[in-house]
């Protein structure tokens, strides 16, 4: 009978532990391109590394991500370990973050930025970046384990992403702000910004709408602050207004966050999301700027140091992880497969176990580069035989002055008609948003046909100024 009941426990201790999608997942994005080198053992290499060097064990089954001052924890670095732990199918370490997380919550249910070990709070309140990515992790987690659990997956990102929504997002403006307590308009930190999450959020809750736009602002910023700047490539500065000027708010940081260092460097890795999973249209012209400035500019990857002026000329005198890997993952929509394959080959060499902020990086983007860092079907609208006249479909900015955005079912035909009844564009959707430019068009009155294979269709009007 002991034995039975052994068996027993261990088949449903097998049970719990099964995932959907298995390590390595090697996913072919449905854009960009991929290094020719990939290779999924180096993610699981840097994996290995990092759950060694970083993670540490705390009691009731918590864990915890060791900082740059390893007796300290951050939220990010949590969020971070979630992303991680997901996506490698490691539950128990996934758990124990996400236990460690609300643990040491705040009374807006965002993680208190700064722990002393295990416990006690050093760093009040939140950091947004960590909720985002904490969020998605957990969207994750549901997809790899489902809900059913000790945890309930689904019912803590609703949660975790309601929190973002009302104390991480300015309102009115949906500028994100970097924390739960301050920013938004005159302050925000654009390495922040994660529109491919937004856009699962928006799925995710039934709230489509608030986070395209949410999304739509993110880009906005980024070119204010490109332009504002006369910045060379995507050399973004690491905290700005969302007018993209430099905000007075921002003295406390280093360089008055005018400069592309070590916030600003995970910029191209955040964007570069967007564009493979989404095909968006902003991220590409990001992303490919962010790529071209270390293949023309700087004369390749090799070449990388850690910190920029925003008109292109050196600040840092380092070559790491950090910002290597996140050009690296630029690369991807950057059109030249020698130059991303020579970046894989650089990101790979680089040895910093002992750096927790780049080595961690690193486990990141290689995860992305190597096919691991996937959207789940669970957070996309795609249904093959969807009806599209029980959809939501929604179209914005209207009025426009040359870009709109569709929200509607996968595999649906948009159709554009001009004041005239002529057909001015056509396309067949590949994710569920969709960007089309009339920048070229006459100002007038237009209409926005969404139909699908059974020839039933939605028309919508938009005024294009």
Known sequence: MKNLFLVIVLLLTAESQSQTQPFPANKVYGNGLMATSKSSQDAQTNYDTWKTNFVESCSNGRYRVKFDVSSQTVSEGIAYGMLLSAYKGD???????????????????????????????????????????????????????????????????????????????????????????????????????????????????????????????????????????????????????????????????ANGGKLYTYDAARTPWRIAVDYVWNGNADAKIYAKKSSDFVRVNLGGSVNIKDGYNQNGTVSGQWHNATFVGAFACAAMAGENQGHLDTSYTDLKNLNEPNSYFNHTLKTLY?????????????????????????????????????????????????????PLGNIIHQQKTTSEITEINLANQSSGVYFVKISNDDFKSVTKKIILK
């Open 366 to 418: 290689s995860f992305l580069l190597t096919g691991n860092f996937y959207l789940p079907p669970t957070a996309t609208l795609s249904n093959e035989n969807f009806d599209i006249e029980k959809s939501t479909v929604t179209l914005y900015p209207n009025p426009s002055s040359d870009r709109i955005t569709i929200s509607a079912p996968w595999q649906s035909t948009i159709s554009i008609i001009s």
């Open 91 to 253: 539950k128990t370490l996934f758990d124990g973050l996400w236990l460690y997380y609300k643990d040491n919550m705040n009374s807006n249910k965002v993680m208190n930025w700064k722990i002393n070990g295990c416990s006690g709070t050093i760093g009040q309140n939140g950091a947004t970046d960590a909720e985002l990515d904490a969020a998605f992790a957990l969207i994750v987690a549901d997809y790899q384990w489902a809900s059913a659990g000790t945890i309930n997956y689904k019912n803590d990102a609703t949660s975790l992403i309601s929190a973002i929504k009302n104390y991480e997002v300015e309102a009115n403006t949906y500028v994100l702000k970097p924390g739960d307590q301050f920013g938004g308009s005159q302050i925000t930190n654009i390495s922040y910004f994660s529109p491919a999450y937004y856009r699962a959020f928006g799925v995710f809750t039934n709230d489509t709408i608030f986070w395209n736009q949410v999304a739509a602002k993110g880009y906005t910023v980024i070119n204010n602050n490109l332009t504002q700047n006369n910045a060379v490539g995507g050399l973004v500065s690491d905290w700005c207004e969302a007018s993209g000027a430099y905000s007075s708010q921002a003295g406390g940081y």
